[in-house]
């Protein structure tokens, strides 16, 4: 692809939102952060991904190659790690299997607060710790932590480098055939 083509692609991204990602007023601003158009769209890992027009009108999708996945606070990671576990590992297993990318975006949180047990659950902060650092080590998980009001431009920004990654190193070639 061209300078100019991988141009037009990334002004034609959309943020791919999944479908049970609760609409509250904490999310219209996160979308309203993300200054491009999004989609509504069952997701069947993570909460966000993102699409592309390519050149010749194919859409080019991400969402089973990176996704993000939002956690409003540590405490919300907490229960993934307890009495959600078994599900949060099916879907991470899923998107492994796919070779997948994830994030795990936990806002109102900060490696500080997580190994100082800042947090309401009774997780000890030594697990939490563990749990985090082992889904780094299996899935290759990549943990950011943002204040609520950073979390719609940090979505943005992680998957437009991470289409722009794509779409530069010619990995979309084939489908321009």
Not at 31 to 37: G, P
Not at 40 to 53: F, Q, V
Not at 166 to 177: F, K, N, P, W
């Given at each position: ?59 080019y999708s991400l969402a089973d190659k990176v996704v993000i996945e939002r956690k409003m ?83 943005y920004k992680t998957l437009y480098y991470e289409l722009k990654e ?12």
């Open positions: 692809m061209t300078p100019f083509e991988v141009r037009d692609c990334l002004e034609s991204l959309t943020v791919l939102v999944d479908t049970r990602e609760q609409e509250t007023a904490a999310f219209h601003k996160r979308l309203k952060a993300m200054q491009c158009s999004y989609k509504r769209k069952k997701l069947d890992s993570g909460d966000y991904s993102c699409e592309c027009t390519l050149p010749n009108g194919i859409v606070s540590a405490d919300e990671i907490c229960t993934n790690f307890t009495r959600g576990r078994k599900r949060f590992v099916r879907e991470f297993d899923r998107l492994k299997s796919t070779g997948g990318k994830p994030y795990l975006l936990i806002e109102n949180a900060s490696w500080e607060d997580i190994f100082a047990g800042n947090y309401r659950s009774q997780l000890n902060p030594m697990a939490l710790v563990a749990s985090l650092k082992a889904w780094e080590a299996r899935y290759g998980t990549h943990i950011l932590f943002c204040t609520p009001r950073l979390t719609g431009q940090l979505i794509r779409l530069e190193s010619g990995v979309v070639d084939e489908l321009l055939q």
